[in-house]
């Protein structure tokens, strides 16, 4: 039986064992979760085993556990190593879900349930892709190690870790990452570029208690009224922010990158359609792909204070506070970015109240050397396996790609997008061509 039989002969059998992996809430950031995160460690080190892989580890970390594993049989061929995460989202809103989050459904020929695109879905093609290739070959054509953590939703502290302490052992010539998304639908596709990530909460104060304001309202600052004024002084009308040299250090696009970003097989109605809104909305100047995927932004991710429970309380609130984000692009410095950004608010914010601005997360943007023969390879395999040309595009990511760089150092990472579909297991088992190179 050939690659392409076996895998086919086994579709239902892969399936099923997929609903499985998706059956288990492995939510990272609840800790009622925390078995189901020990449960989906245990299965995820099982199947690499079954898989044939070695020298297989679940490493107990400062929050979730990380699995490892290695075939390490093929002498003088390129080592690869595989990273995907095993932990979910909280699934809630739960009302908003047509069948339930962890029971996997099949709909329309789509099939629903948490993790199913990010990143059970993947890993689990990864894994049988590997087994499909050692039944059928006999052995792993090439050296792999493989790395699977569970705190990928909730920043990745411990893969850090992890890293620090195994770089000799994670040394590799390739490293792909198989958790970014396709441009669409049957379209496979390398993501090459990141755009970075500082993530902040700001927390204004006014009164120094909470007032009522039948008798206060009229004569205090309500802090919710300032922090709406706030961030709606951060963009101008064109959708540009306004913080003074934000985009100062922004990397200018070539005419090429320009030209391949138009040319990409990518429909502004699909774009559209997945978006849902009335009409879109941008920085203006730059085309949809552009303002995707070479454009820094800054959007409002979160705003509360005061009273959102059931009823009614005249309340103003002493404080209001608000999570939000920018994206950020090759050039410019996170660090930078946040002093510009601080100062910036300083000067919007009245006087009559104070405020705190913490910075929770920052991830750097990052470009691959998409020349390098390696993506070529990469290029090649998804042709095969999915009969199109894959197509090379930017995302958003970048933290864990920080962390994936170091373990590897010189390696090249390649980014795979692979949205599960009935032809991913072929992809990824024609991945195997990569000791032709
Ligand atoms: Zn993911």
Redesign the pocket.
């Given at each position: 039986m050939n690659l392409t039989e076996y895998i086919e002969s086994k579709r239902d059998e892969h399936l099923n064992d997929l609903f499985e992996f998706l059956r288990i809430p492995s939510v990272s950031a609840q800790s009622e979760h925390k078995p189901d995160i020990e449960r989906a460690a245990k299965w995820v080190a099982d199947r690499l085993g079954a898989a044939g892989l070695e020298n297989i580890e679940i490493v107990p970390t400062k929050m979730h556990p990380l699995v490892y594993a290695e075939s390490l049989h093929a002498p003088g061929k390129p080592t690869v190593l595989f990273y995907g995460?095993y932990d979910v989202q909280p699934a809630e809103p739960l009302d908003l879900w047509t069948s339930p989050a962890f029971e996997p459904t099949i709909r329309g020929g789509n099939l629903y349930g948490r993790g199913t695109a990010?990143?059970k879905g993947q890993v689990h093609i990864h894994i049988r892709a590997l087994d499909a290739i050692r039944k059928t070959a006999g052995k792993l054509p090439i050296n792999l190690k493989v790395m699977v953590e569970g705190e990928?939703?909730v920043g990745s502290v411990s893969l850090w870790d992890f890293v620090i302490a195994n770089k000799p052992r994670l040394k590799a010539d390739a490293l792909v990452v198989s958790?970014t998304g396709m441009l669409a639908r049957g379209v496979p596709s390398i993501t090459y570029a990141l755009r970075g990530l500082n993530y902040y909460q700001i927390e204004i104060t006014g009164p120094a208690q909470d007032l009522h304001s039948g008798i206060f309202g009229g004569a205090v600052p309500n802090p919710i009224t300032i922090l709406c004024e706030l961030f709606a002084k951060l963009h101008d009308s064109n959708f540009r922010v306004t913080v003074p040299g934000f985009y100062d250090d922004v990397a200018k696009l070539s005419k090429a990158e320009r030209k391949t970003l138009s040319d990409l097989p990518w429909k502004v109605k699909e774009f559209r359609k997945n978006v849902g809104a009335p009409g879109l909305m941008g920085e203006k100047g730059f085309s949809i792909g552009e303002q995707l995927w070479t454009r820094p932004t800054l959007e409002l991710n979160g705003i509360w204070g005061g009273y959102t429970g059931e009823g009614s309380k005249t309340v103003i609130p002493s404080k209001a506070y608000a999570k939000f984000s920018t994206r950020l692009v090759p050039n410019q410095n996170q660090d930078k970015i946040t002093r510009l950004l601080e100062r910036h608010i300083r000067k919007l914010l009245p006087k009559t109240v104070r405020f705190k601005l913490d910075v929770h997360s920052q991830g750097k943007a990052w470009v691959a050397p998409y020349t390098h023969p390696f993506f070529e390879v990469a290029h090649r395999a998804l042709e095969k396996g999915s009969r199109c040309r894959a197509s090379c595009l930017a995302s958003d990511?970048p933290t864990k790609t920080r962390t994936l760089r170091t373990s590897t150092s010189r390696s090249k990472i390649i980014l795979a997008g692979s949205r599960p579909s009935r032809n991913s297991t072929k992809v990824w088992a024609a991945c195997s061509e990569l000791p032709h190179i």
């Open positions: 995460h990010d990143d990928e939703e958790d990511c």
